[in-house]
């Protein structure tokens, strides 16, 4: 990761969240949910020279927010002319993480984003797809990557 022009994004990192019945969020990711936020809490940030946070689940709010220390991402900041790179991670693998760069990728050609996807979490209901297509879509316009420590993301090729 360089410094300068690399940021890390974290989607949907809720802190804690209801079970909400209509997005099939189970009672269960209330313990896993802010599992995955300590682990990139406790192994990404402190390597991660620039986080942010952004919410893009269906317009449900979470009821906390994942450590408020990391800002929210903003367009300022993904349209300034420094930021080459973003490491995309936190929830869910092959919904909102995907939503959000589809989208950011539209806005911001000159960023490249990536999934790291040893900082993901399916979604539940996922689970029953069988394959890796339930998280990988079958196309090739997403790139990915896995942390593999002290502030090294690797790409990888699927």
């Known amino acids: 990761m360089h410094p300068e022009t690399d940021l890390v994004v974290i989607v949907d990192a809720w802190e804690s969240i209801n079970p909400i019945q209509h997005t099939g969020i189970h009672i269960y990711m209330r ?3 802010p599992q995955l936020c300590k682990l ?7 390597k991660a020279n620039k986080m942010y946070t952004v919410y893009n689940s269906s317009g449900d709010k979470p009821v906390n927010g994942f450590l408020n220390q990391y800002p929210q991402i903003t367009d300022a900041i993904l349209s300034s002319d ?5 490491w995309v991670m936190g929830f869910h693998l092959g919904r909102c993480i995907e939503g959000w760069i589809s989208t950011s990728m539209q806005m911001y050609s000159h960023i490249e984003f990536s999934i790291v996807i040893n900082c993901c979490m399916p979604h539940p209901e996922d689970f029953c797809i069988p394959g890796p297509e339930r998280y990988f879509p079958d196309d090739e316009k997403f790139n990915y990557s896995v942390y593999s420590g002290n502030g090294i993301f690797a790409p990888i090729y699927l």
């Open 31 to 33: 313990k896993t949910h």
């Open 40 to 46: 990139i809490d406790q192994l990404v940030a402190p």
């Open 82 to 86: 420094h930021v080459e790179r973003v």
